[in-house]
C-alpha cells in the first residue's frame, strides 16, 4: 500500500507543541512527593541546558525559576508510558509553562492560571520542537533513582555507626576492621567499610583483644561492602544518565543535523528499578 506523508503547516506547529502537552497529562493516582518534582525541575533544566533538544532559553530559565521559587507542578504517580520515556509525568511538569495545570505553592495547590497572576509572569509560548523535548526524557525516574541513592548512602552510613555501637556493647573485637585483612579481600567496598568502622572505634575503651565474634560481627565489611559496591555501581549510572540528553530527536546545530535515535529508552532505567525494588 502506498504510504502517504503529511506535514504539518508552519502555522500550526505551535498548536501542535500545546496539544502534545495536553494530551499526554493524563496521569492519575496520588501526587508524587514535592521534593521529588523540585528534584525533576532541576534535571530536566540541565538536560535542555545542554543544547540539543532544540528549546528556547526562556524555557529553560521558566525551569529554573519554578525551582528556585519552589513552584511544583501537581505530578502523579502513575501514568508513565515506559519504554517512550516519562511523558505523562513529564506533561504534567509542563503544563504550568504554558499556564495550566497546577502547582503547590506555599503548601496551596493553585491553577496555572493562577500562578501566572501571584507572579505576575506569562505563559510560555511553546515552539517547534518544544513539546517534543520537554514530554520526551527519563526525569521522572531520574529524580526516584537519586533519592533512592542518597537515602541508601545515608542508610548505609547509619548502619555501620549502629554497627560499631552494637560491636562495643558487646565487647567484641577490632582485628578484624583493620587494613591489612581488608586489603586481601582486593573489594572496594570491603575495604572502605572496614576503614569507616576502624575510625569510628577508635576511640573506644571497651573492645577486648582476645575474643573470636560472631560472624554477624566479623563480616560487617564484606557484608556492608558489597552494599557499598551496588549503591556506587547505581551512581555512577545514575550521574551519567542525569548529565546525558535524553529526549528525541536530538539537534546539532553546528552540524546542522537532527537525529530521530532511541535515547529516552529505558532499558537501563528498568535494571535499575530492579535494583531499589
Not at 528549546?55 to 501537581?74: D, G, K
Not at 520526551?136 to 541513592?149: C, E, S, Y
Not at 552510613?157 to 549502629?162: A, E, H, R, T, V
Request: net charge neutral.
Amino acid at each position: 500500500f502506498p504510504v502517504t506523508i503529511s506535514k504539518i503547516p508552519a502555522s500550526q506547529l505551535k498548536e501542535l507543541q500545546l496539544n502534545l502537552i495536553r494530551s499526554h497529562a493524563c496521569g492519575i493516582g496520588s501526587p508524587i512527593d514535592p521534593k521529588l518534582v523540585k528534584r525533576m525541575l532541576l534535571l530536566k533544566a540541565i538536560a535542555l541546558a545542554k543544547g540539543y533538544s532544540g528549546v528556547q532559553v526562556a524555557t529553560v530559565e521558566r525551569l529554573l525559576f519554578f525551582y528556585n521559587h519552589n513552584i511544583l507542578p501537581v505530578i502523579y504517580e502513575q501514568g508513565s508510558l515506559g519504554a517512550s520515556g516519562d511523558l505523562a509525568p513529564l506533561a504534567h511538569l509542563t503544563l504550568p509553562l504554558i499556564g495550566e495545570g497546577e502547582v503547590l505553592v506555599n503548601d496551596e495547590v493553585i491553577s496555572g492560571n493562577c500562578l501566572q497572576e501571584l507572579f505576575h509572569i506569562e505563559p510560555i509560548v511553546l515552539h517547534a520542537k518544544e513539546g517534543l523535548a520537554l514530554l520526551n526524557g527519563t526525569q521522572f525516574m531520574q529524580a526516584f533513582a537519586t533519592f533512592a541513592v542518597s537515602q541508601a548512602e545515608r542508610l548505609l552510613g547509619k548502619g555501620l555507626d549502629i554497627a560499631a555501637l552494637s560491636l562495643e556493647a558487646f565487647d567484641g573485637k577490632k582485628s578484624p576492621f583493620q587494613a591489612n585483612v581488608n586489603e586481601l579481600r582486593k573489594q572496594q567496598g570491603q575495604i572502605d567499610v572496614a576503614a569507616k568502622m576502624w575510625s569510628n572505634l577508635s576511640n573506644t575503651e571497651r573492645i577486648k583483644p582476645y575474643v573470636q565474634d560472631p560472624y554477624s560481627f566479623r563480616c560487617i565489611p564484606q557484608v556492608h561492602g558489597a552494599s557499598l559496591d551496588a549503591i556506587r555501581y547505581a551512581k555512577s549510572i545514575f550521574e551519567r544518565e542525569l548529565n546525558a540528553v535524553t529526549d528525541n530527536p536530538t539537534l546539532f546545530p553546528e552540524e546542522d543535523d537532527m537525529v530521530s535515535a532511541g535515547n529516552f529508552q529505558i532499558g537501563r532505567a528498568s535494571c535499575r528499578e530492579r535494583v531499589f525494588r
